[in-house]
């Protein structure tokens, strides 16, 4: 597998509220994480970074996972127990009160790949069938479309744009969207924050993924794209590349 991770602050924001990253096992599956702080003055950077190491010292010392409910039952845990933390660093910590953050999650080995996701920040999947998003959105708008209140063009621009249904550490426990698909060789998957998602079509996120491009270049030219297109928020990337190449990382 290839894989590549990178997070930017953005042009306008003071500081950067994304973590994540990329986490190679030693047997060879790959870990990857995104997570979208949010909460008070600094409570946002505390709640997803504490996410990202969370999940990969637990990734990093668990054993090896094969089969497909051995992942989900893993990543379920993992994310209740990061929750669980999470909201008690808040109730302990003055300053965290109120913080938290979405997550998404993928577990890529040989066979197969789980996604799992709290909150907005999305998942996607390129085969031979496409381009897809395979995760959706725990969010106030997403609601009002998929209930056909709003449609999807007034969604874009809806004042409560940003309102989360589900967020990590926000309450004692929480609720994960799982989802375990094939993949083959030439598959892409692709995660990020909304500070991508919601500057960049998935048209053109598929146009970068097709481009002849290393994978590092890709999450590169997405996170240009964004902030060309006026880097109001954090944008943060992460690609793993079905391919029996050498291991690659940023």
Not at 44 to 68: C, F, H, I, N, Y
Request: with cysteine; charged share 25%.
């Amino acid at each position: 597998m290839k894989f590549a991770f990178n997070s930017n602050v953005g042009k306008v924001r003071p500081h950067n509220e994304d973590s994540g990253g990329i986490f190679l096992h030693p047997n060879g599956a790959v870990l990857a994480v995104v997570a979208d702080g949010m909460g008070g003055h600094q409570a946002g950077d505390v709640a997803s970074q504490m996410t990202s190491d969370l999940l990969k010292e637990k990734w990093l010392r668990t054993a090896e996972l094969s089969k497909p409910t051995d992942i989900e039952q893993w990543l379920n845990e993992a994310i209740q127990d990061v929750n669980e933390k999470l909201f008690l660093h808040s109730k302990e910590h003055r300053e965290c009160q109120g913080m938290g953050t979405t997550v998404v999650i993928a577990v890529c080995t040989e066979e197969l790949v789980s996604i799992g996701h709290v909150g907005d920040s999305r998942g996607y999947l390129q085969n031979n069938c496409g381009f897809q998003q395979k995760t959706s959105d725990h969010s106030l708008v997403n609601e009002l479309v998929r209930t056909g209140q709003i449609t999807e063009e007034q969604a874009e621009h809806h004042p409560r744009k940003n309102v989360l249904l589900r967020a990590l550490g926000t309450e004692p426990t929480i609720k994960m969207d799982i989802e375990t698909i094939d993949w083959e060789e030439g598959n892409t998957i692709i995660l990020c924050s909304d500070g991508l998602s919601n500057k960049v079509t998935d048209n053109e996120i598929e146009d970068i993924l097709r481009l002849n491009d290393n994978v590092n270049q890709k999450v590169d030219k997405l996170i240009n794209l964004a902030n060309d297109r006026g880097g109001e928020d954090n944008i943060t990337v992460a690609i793993v590349h079905y391919s029996h190449d050498r291991q690659e990382q940023e």
